[in-house]
């Protein structure tokens, strides 16, 4: 941490802030410039609120070397996180991406959902993805079939060996969705939750945790420390993204450089979301591409069994015989970064 | 509803269009121009989700006309609410604006809270807040003093006659935190916690709603829908400040013009918070006031018997002596405001 | 200038980086961490390029302790610049606030640009505005009457007495504008038009510089930094919206709090824009109001005698009418800050 | 254009704006819903000002249907344009994708930029870049060598056969600027400076035009309008980065689906430039992959001999020999792409 004075700050006032940082464990070391004094504590962030220092009489400002994940960061962790289901499916490191298809929505039509299934199985998708409960920014819109949603899911399951992706919204249904969830979701709208995110926390299921629309990669992954804070390390991370300059052309702005970023900083594996992410039918196939490109673990997409029906999403939802052909394309992108990564060659 | 098709539809996918809207009680008048076909549909959107029709095909955007809040809105209610509460204060409208203080987390020093909580009856201020659930960014900090906070607060509220305000985080928290409190509050970063905002629309407390960091004032009025939709019409809207271009010199960017915006979009009581709002101390006295005097029914100030040892947020919260001086001066402004109003002048 | 290394720097990267900052005569204190060594480097910013050091290996990232603004800064100059016109007009410090009317942009009817002016003066306004030279989004819209509009400013002028600030657009222009302006305005799309800035930098006029509409605190000041370098030192900040998370309910987000936090940093004067920061009619007074008590010193509003047939920016433009009506009460409250001020009470 | 009157307008309201429609020559169709009353206006937005009906009395909000940009559109120019140089070089539509390399700026030692041209060549790009003027965000950094770093990209060009693009940044320099380049590039801060974007407009050289840090793709698209207008269609965009949520981890938001979306609604040639819009080396090969895989015409990146030493942007440099690295696998997937376009293939 280091603690910049201002330029007219006193010497008692300097004095005040070392003796408080000597107090609290801190090793201090001071540099005096022509114009200002700074401070380095050299210690423990934990112990301490570091923005508390802020509030001391003559202190500018504050800065954190040092960023609070420990659990999520590769400092603390070296190696890349894989996390490996019971069929056999491994995600992260240089493990081969995965692919997630399935309806924004899961909905009464069980038939549609089941077609969806079998396309997703037949491109070689590993997760069948679908809501049960779903956040809408307008009360009057579909809010999700609950638990017939699961239980639909868990006959697509049943039927095609997907594993499931569903999102969890609420504490009080952990129980329910852990029951039929093979991945907890936790959405964009949730990822400072805490609550949420302590819970999960404390189950056994792997978690998918979105990035909130206007989340900083230290927010997004101080998020995902909360999860592995209360116990679980099992967590993927889902750039989905944020909120830019222009929502006319695009919903969001799909933070592609994300990826590379979070490799750097974090073990844990990164999947993309073109769908969410750029809201755009016509921009799914270019930005799962450009996500895989540049190393995400996976792509999450929608598919529809008839998206001008669809209850919500519509508009970013692929029709199957859309996402088979944009599959197929995937699979060739996807094997080529696989033979790379096994052959130790730089990606694609 | 305005569909805008693209320049090359077809005359088929035109009708296509038309028959969808048709079917769904939609009246429709074409404008052929010289480039575009544009569709008006006239109807109740909540019927629909307007966004599907962007699936079909020749479909280039969706252009809604009317907002989906209609509880929320001036359109549906063109008087202010205005919401009293059993000791007679009253907030909204023509109202004398109130003022809110109290720290951001209670902690465990009863007596603290309590030197704060007389300063803000002596200063005129109508309601006490404190939080016992806290939203930490980070794991590592203090996460909150939960139903010993409560008590805390109940406590202060014996002794000094204020109201008391305090965050509901969960809904497994709903029965707790309704006992203890007068007024429950929405956090930002829950704004969009559908849940949440679901169960304290079952519940007879007024709800102060903070506007999330990076929410429209579309998504902000939707998010009282939520509420008011379940039940609850004693919405207090809470301007606290959006992710701006510059988070150095100020945390947030407070957008106080979001205060006469929402007044002419929504009957709802709207108050500011200066101290999220800026993040620093010296902002909330110019803040306050430039909330006030563009019409905020209300203004909510951190105070901190000793920032210096605050548990959280101690670089925006106001000493006792601090607040006390700024205090008297708002209370000027606002019996200003109070009597322009009463007197049916323009504004200060 | 702060050097955070790797963790996994190594102890030869550190000494290369330490070697480079004393060759170019900085002194440095190493502080090693648990995880991190940070370098801190005491010198001069201005010999070198900081971030350079980003570019060396190990490096994780480089933070400047001290703003590069150094004319600009409140520790280069700390009492507050007050500018003052050979009428006497003086702007800035504790003076009492400015009032600048006038059109968007100088039309042809000249009789309705002296309509303005006489509304202007007669309701105390100092300053007269109209553009010349207009910057518009797309080439089709009007681009103004170029020195014809100059001449029409000076004829209003000769029979009002105002002050007259128009916009420079491009350098070739400078010699005739300088003729006719009282004050240089450069515009938000030219804040960092650097060729621009030099130029007025070299001229005698005072300049009020907008705000780039996603410029930060500290490059706004480097802008008004690179004006003073060149030599002019009159320089007026003027604060005029960027662009915010909702550009429907308002054209920008007015940054309200840029006002004070300016004065903290800087000694020149800032005034506020309440016309191209909102873009509504309505929401001019109250945002004047709100700049004027956070301590602007002057506000600009658009004010056409017809508004309906304005060839720009009709819709956040003032009728005559009106602008007299808000200037009544803006008058009111300027009022009582200049008693505030001379009287050294807390501002309104 | 679509006029949205508020819901109590009157009768007499609306029939004044359509009186006023009519006046300058557009049908209306009126559209009469429950609530609200909507205008469409069809004709040649032109001829007007749409926003200025903005400011009639009753009217909610105006919206644009068609884009103002005829000549930067598909609507108005289906085929894409493809650029063609003198030495053969083609740029746009389905040709194979081209890079650009070289320094920010050019410095005073001819031989380093001799040798990164070579480089350049020999790695297969087809043009050099360099500053000879460059924007400083602070007035003390290194500001260009001005005609010298001209002069020397000559040497550059006559030694290896690459075409040269320089930036201009002030409309006294065109000519000397033309009397060089092969390409003039216009820089993000000026993406809005009219004159320059008038001035390029006239001459005969192709343009590169770089998108504003907070610009929509309908504000760039505007920006290459007035440069057809003007009478130069050879304009190049680029994508460079845009202000996201994050300036911690990069410097800016590469905007990788503005690709995809820009090919969608204008013929134009779109190139991506990752290192200024990462502002991190690591980042420039995964940036530049993706970016080529989205679709884009080219790829511009920032090459020095000895960022360490760079007078600006080292940081975002590479090396000689990183560059020769990464351009061997762009080049294998250029070379993929290329085989793509030419046999009908989906894009990789």
Redesign the interface.
Known sequence: M?I?ME?NATAQQIETVVK?LENKGFKT?L??????T?I?A?????LI?P??F???EGVR?V?I??E??KLASR?GKQEDTVIEFSNGVRIGGLEKPVMIAGPCCVEKDLDGLLQVAEAAKEMGCQFLRGGA?K?????????GLEEKALEYLAIAREKTGLLVVTEL????DLDMVSQYADVIQIGA??M?????LKAVGKCDKPVILKRG???????FL?AA??IM??GNDKVILCERG?????N???RN?????????IK??SHLPIIIDPSH??GR???I???A???L???AHGVMMEVHHD?????????Q?LSIPMFKDIAK?LN??IGRIDYDNKHSM???
């Open positions: 280091i910049i330029p408080a070391v540099n005096h410039g022509d114009v200002m700074v380095a050299i210690g423990d962030k934990r609120e923005h508390s802020q509030s001391y400002s800065k070397i040092q609070p994940y400092e409960f956040p809408r920014t307008s009360p009057y819109d579909f809010q919204m609420d504490t009080l709208r949730n400072q939750n805490f609550k949420l629309a206007a989340a900083t990669i230290r927010e101080l420390e909360h804070y209360n944020i909120k830019g300059v222009d006319t052309s695009t702005t799909l933070d592609v450089a994300a990826i590379p970023v750097k900083y992410g750029t039918r016509y921009l196939e270019p930005m591409k450009a996500g490109i540049v190393g998206p001008e029906n669809a209850s919500s999403d519509g508009a939802s394309r060739k992108l730089s990606m694609v």
